[in-house]
């Protein structure tokens, strides 16, 4: 019998698989889905059954300004990696910097609305339910949006210190997908939170 | 050949000094070494889950026991629920996974090494952390030490107001840390099923083992990161005072069942689909067939996948759901037989007509095909709410589910264990040892976990720490825990063959099974980069093709 770990059959083939990085983050993409869709869930089941106020009608106003940030940063992001994939390297920090101060917006507005409820509503985690699930849901948001801006800061970094070119485009475009994937999350977290909740 | 001089290479680590070659071992992000991790270190946590069940079964030997305390027998029953299954089966599973997947591809490394390190550190320190709680749960409040909520610690038995001291803290963190651990290892096995299978190999060519554990890798994605959530919201309720659970602010407590069992049912089939696949690699092999059905046992696991997303609630017939929820629960539940059923069918078709050899594995294999199947028929009287009203949260459930975890799962994995062996070690184990283990802990399985359901039907509740005499229970009760006796005087044994036969054992070769996947194809153990040519196939069973140029399978494939 043979052992040799030699080739199997020496039949020709062409043979192309996906990348795993994308493989990779559609996987995580589909795991923080569904981490988000048990939170979101939990939201829906506890609209209207606080014990005491405040609600989410006195006192939440839907953040169209910051919404609108987050969302275009997306557009900026693809643009960036477009002109990585095209060798812009300048024209591409441009885009990248862009996409960190419209996410960096998003996350201010956060902050601001959180300040506001907290300090002028009185609305803390702990007062009622609204309080658990929002901060929760709009929280475990905003956690992702940070994380997504130290990547994306550090990848600024090494493209101002030169590292970036365009054969990291691939890897680059790994890091949009989880972008785009906070973007896209946020358009459920803003009609479940500021428009079915109120 | 060449490629002989490589491939019988060995890396020169056998003469390092020892703190060198654990530090070779800690390091690593070799997924044959991270696999033998994962391996050992639930070897460690059966061992200890073990002696926790043999504590529980002393106390209920005769009625009116005082082995041990009430409080340490829900610690017990906490502690041994949460380490078997997450951190004894799950890493084990993984381990098998860790090794044998991309040798069975014909890749030289898991997706992501360095992710692959990280998954399992996380599992480690995950089943660490449970276990400081005996020294570190006591807090302030000196309140008790291990978890004992049980081990899907139901509300409002998590609040601060019914568990004080950090004992419910200990179990929320470890099992979101592991938690982690296992979707970044599922991450991982995804993601080298589809970037890393050798040229040739198409999706319709891998080994069943690939398929299978590729299945289950999606279901650790969608049911462990609900799991994590749910941790996430308890841990704001008791840290932060949050009130998901919290019914007195207009919580509610069926939530986290919910939550809970989203995760645990398709967790069971987490744990359930690489048994099938082990088994689904050995019967054939020593059936010296092909398996039957290949594609048709493709596509009862991934039904099986998808219907055990919507079963959750047969978890929570008790709890008193309406009639409609009650009824599509019923429904999908046994919806689950039919795909479970062709695959027993499968396997019992490969096997027909087969020559069979009854080497040790095969004996796990076939003691696991049975059990399973009664399993399976116990689950589907569970599964009518009817029967389920009378007999939830009793005997008869934890026989019921011991029978799939032990009977099935557990058997399974000693026939891999028994098959892999060889291959992970180089040496071949003892085989009448190995035979004297299965016969001892078959023997041992079945007083336990037979006679286990009878006082369930009876009305012995599960999690009672003690009982009246006269009920008809005692003597049951006694046959139980004799069982459990000679279920760990078989894990003794197998461990005493796992050691014996690694420094003892004769020599496997590369292909002691005459089998037909890749792995057999290169040396015991493998070398670092596991291949020195990266293999080209043509047919789901590459080693068959190389020894029997003349008849080829993939001419009928």
Redesign the interface.
Known sequence: MSTQPAVISDANITWELPSRGRVGMFCLISAESAIFTIFVVAYLFYVGKSLTGPMPKDVLHAPIFFTICLLSSSLTIHLAVKSLKRAKVGSFALWWFFTLALGATFLFGTAREWHHLIYDEGLTIQTNLFGTTYYSLVGLHAFHVTVGLLAITTVLLFALFGFVRQEHAERVDVLALYWHFVDAVWVVVFTVVYVIGR | ?A??AI?TFRPDTVSLPLVARLHDWVTTVDHKRLGILYILYSLVFLIIGGIEATIMRIQLIRPHNNFVSPDVFNRMFTMHGTTMIFFVVMPMLFGFANYFLPLMIGARDM??PR?NAFSFWLTAFGGILLYFSFLGANGLYGAGNAPDVGWFAYAPLTSRTFSLGHSTDFWTFSLLVSGFGS?GT???I???V????C??MTLAKMPLFAWLNLVMAVLV??????L???Q??LA??RY?????FDTQ????AV?WMH?FW?FGHPEVYVLVIPAFAFVSEIVPVFSRKAIFGYSVMVAATVCIAFISMSVWAHHMFTVGMTANVNTFFVLSTMAIAVPTGIKIFNWLATMWGGKIHFKTPMLFCIGFLFQFLIAGLTGIMLSAAPFTWHLGNSYFVVAHFHYVIVGAILFATFGAFYYWFPKMSGKMYNETLGKLHFWLFLIGFHLTFDFMHIPGLLGMPRRIYTYEPGRGWDTLNLIVTIGVFFQAAGILVFVANLLWSYFHGDTA???PW?AWT?EW???SPPPVYN???I????SRR??W???HPEDPD?KYE
């Not at chain 2, 994605?221 to 609900?226: D, M």
């Open positions: 050949m490629t002989d491939s997706a992501f992710l979707i599922a991450i991982n995804i993601a080298t589809f970037s890393l299978r040229p040739g994605v969608l049911a462990v990161s609900p994590s959530a749910a996430i919201m704001v309720d932060l005072g949050g009130h998901f602010a207009g919580g509610s939530i939550f989203i070769g590369s292909d005459d890749l194809s290169t040396s291949f020195a040519i293999p080209v196939v043509r590459p080693l093709d190389l020894k993939w």
